[in-house]
């Protein structure tokens, strides 16, 4: 088998010259001869000046180069495409499946024996495991970590659960003047990924169940001694694992591996993105996420952890409580303890070392869990025949089983425009409809489920209210909102044919979403809408092009469908 620098030959028609010149060329940097015969870790360098959550990369860069070097082997750095959340037009989600796109061909254009995945911001680990799913080499993921906590007269605070709250306070009236300059501030006041439970922790909390990431790689702060000395050790792993030729991602992410994390996500409170980027990460590797054994296990599973936006704390005092591998010690019984990971031990190894922390009170006991339910259910019905997500452990308990007339908005654009115009018919009791807000109506499935509340209720006092769409919502948002409707709008789906005055009734309980209208008044609305023309014409040209024509929908990861794993 080629390793190291004979992998991956450039073709000039003769593979010993195209060996010849690669070193003529990579010479040119200083290596000696012993230094190329050693086993190639690859890092990838997703820093950039417009992604904070990535900060700390040149530093993590640096440990696990040093590791990579104490071990035997030979850091390779290269750079990838970098996402941030705030710095992603139309949406971070559109660009994902092009981050994954490049890291993969990254990764089979250049030779390596492993690589070593640094990523943390909400998209960025996702696509890097689509794109090592798909090679299916030795990889180990290093997430940039949590930022520290943020402190606002006397309360602890932090990105971006309180960003919401504050801003819904601020919509409301109810802050004094200049406060929410201050907040502004506060929200974010280190380098590193949002240190709630919101997307970004959730996924390096399923890279580490899946054991993807060494254990405590999800929950050390970015600016942390223990993050860097994770980067090292990562890169010491990644060389005995590119020695021994694994395990390979296929050989660590299965059917058993993603149960493991299924059962987190339930007990984490974690995000709903996490239901998509796993479907997809998992999709790549040929394992099928199923939304009736995440909604079981939904009714299985408690919520444990007592971080925001489903409890009270942030991810550093998860870490210092034992982090993920405590946790999962809570959740032994339903877990697979034989799956192996990157540290080349098991799952019931790990959780067997996990640390005791006398007092604390982040992680809860499986007996007297935070919450008694998990923090996803799958709703269906004939408003969703493929699904709709919803974040129980964040929603308000007396709107689970609700019935409200419907005020619907056609798209996000028409939200902006009237949704807090003092003539919109809308009232406390209402359902909040949007669509043509998913994956190919917005496009790219953009974070505005979390609709705000009219100015008008906010202003009288409403916190929260039913809302349902087919776009998806930060993991860091509060509220009772139905996520994920599919099939999308733009695809023709029945939430296309809702019109305002409809009565839509929900039930999480019996996990059902349905719009109480006949089928044969179904049947005629649809007739019409399939006269009408499509609410976004094909772009002309470009990634525009192919994301439209080949996005796939919630339920299949929102991945490209010439991308998605081929038996
Ligand atoms: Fe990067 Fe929240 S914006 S993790």
């Known amino acids: 088998m080629l390793t190291g620098l004979s992998k991956g030959l450039t073709s000039y028609g003769d593979a010993e010259f195209s060996l010849f010149l690669r070193k003529a060329f990579i010479k040119a940097m200083g290596y000696t001869d012993d230094a190329l015969t050693r086993p190639i870790i690859a890092i990838t360098n997703t820093a950039s000046d417009y992604n904070p959550c990535h900060g700390n990369v040149p530093d993590l860069i640096e440990a696990a180069k040093r590791g990579v070097m104490l071990a035997g082997g030979l850091p390779m750095v290269f750079p990838t495409l970098s996402i941030h959340e705030s710095f992603a037009f139309p949406t971070s989600m559109y660009l994902r499946n092009l981050m994954a796109m490049e890291t993969e061909e990254m990764l089979r254009a250049q030779p390596m024996d492993a690589v070593v995945l640094i990523a943390g911001c909400d998209k960025t680990i996702p696509a890097q495991m689509m794109a090592a799913a798909s090679v299916d080499l030795p990889a180990i993921v290093v997430p940039t970590g949590p930022m520290n906590v943020g402190h606002h007269r006397g309360e602890m605070l932090g990105a971006c659960t309180d960003c919401r709250r504050f801003w819904a306070a601020q919509r409301a009236g109810t802050l004094a003047a200049g406060e929410i300059d201050d907040v502004n501030e506060r929200l974010a006041p280190s380098i590193g990924t949002c240190m709630v439970m919101g997307t970004a922790s959730t996924m390096a909390c399923m890279v580490e169940a899946l054991g993807l990431a060494l254990p405590g790689a999800a929950s050390a702060t970015a600016t942390s001694a223990d993050r860097k000395r994770i980067a090292e050790a990562s890169g010491a792993r990644a060389v005995a694992m590119a020695k021994a030729g694994g395990p390979k991602v296929s050989a660590l992410l299965s059917d058993t591996s993603l149960h493991n994390a299924l059962v987190v996500l339930q007990a984490i ?20 996420l199923d ?14 952890l007592n971080l925001k936006p489903s409890g009270a704390f942030y991810m550093e005092h998860f870490h210092h409580a034992g982090g993920l591998p405590r946790l999962m010690r809570e959740l032994a019984d339903k877990l697979h303890l034989d799956c192996q990971n990157v540290a080349g031990t098991t799952l019931g190894e790990v959780i067997s070392r996990a640390e005791d922390v006398p007092g604390q009170s982040v992680i809860f006991a499986r007996d007297k869990p935070l919450k008694s339910a998990g923090a996803l259910a799958v709703l269906h019905g004939n408003l969703a025949p493929r699904g709709a997500v919803i974040k129980q452990s964040a929603a308000s308990k007396e709107l689970m089983s609700y019935t409200g007339r419907a005020v619907v908005f056609d798209s996000v654009e028409d939200m902006a425009a009237r949704i807090d115009d003092p003539a919109l018919d809308v009232m406390a009791g209402d359902i909040l409809v949007l669509r043509h807000a998913g994956p190919k109506g917005a496009p790219g499935m953009p974070e505005a489920g979390y609709l705000p509340i009219p100015l008008k209720l906010a202003r009288a006092g409403v916190k929260d209210m039913v809302r349902i769409s087919d776009a998806r919502m930060s993991g860091t948002a509060f509220g009772t909102i139905v996520l994920h409707i599919t099939p999308e709008a733009a695809e023709g789906g029945p939430l296309a044919l809702v019109e305002s005055g409809d009565v839509i009734r929900l039930d999480v309980t019996g996990r059902r979403l349905d719009v109480l209208i006949d089928e044969n008044e179904m049947a005629r609305r649809l007739a019409v809408w399939k006269k009408t023309p499509p ?7 470009g990634y525009a092009r192919l994301f ?10 929102c991945d490209f469908d010439f991308l998605m794993h081929k038996d």
Request: hydrophobic content about 35%; cysteine-free.
């Open 535 to 541: 609410h976004r014409p094909l772009p002309p040209r």
């Open 291 to 304: 939304l009736a054994h995440l909604d079981q296990l939904g009714r299985e599973v408690p919520v444990l």
């Open 269 to 288: 409170g974690g995000s709903t993105n996490g239901v998509i980027h796993l479907t997809a990460m998992a999709g790549r590797a040929g394992v099928k």
């Open 548 to 557: 439209a024509r080949h996005i796939t929908q919630a339920d299949e990861g």
